[in-house]
């Protein structure tokens, strides 16, 4: 029986090296592209926030206002009531 011993080469071909160099720009050009990807939603998760906040705050100025509205009208109906209940 012939016993074969693995054999591990020393050189490195020169494709090797080329492969794994266009390897190493593919995988930093593809990080930066995420790392801008990123730092874009980050500034769109702000301007968003900025509409939501805007949104809110005027919600809450138009729910004081029909609050008001409501309040005008309840004053209306109970001087109205007791006018009614006065002419009896």
């Known amino acids: 029986m012939i016993k074969?011993?693995?054999h591990i080469s020393r050189t490195v071909s020169i494709s090797h090296m080329l492969a794994t160099i266009a390897m190493a720009a593919t995988l930093f050009s593809w990080a930066s592209d995420v790392?801008?990807?990123?730092a874009g939603n980050a500034q769109a998760i702000i301007h968003h926030r900025e509409l939501v906040d805007q949104h809110v705050t005027a919600m809450k100025a138009?729910?004081?206002?029909?609050?008001?509205?409501?309040?005008?009208?309840?004053h209306k109906f109970e001087k109205l009531i007791e006018r009614?209940?006065?002419v009896r």
């Open 35 to 38: 790392d801008k990807r990123i």
């Open 4 to 6: 074969e011993d693995w």
């Open 62 to 74: 138009d729910i004081t206002e029909i609050k008001r509205g409501i309040e005008r009208l309840d």
């Open 84 to 86: 009614t209940n006065g």
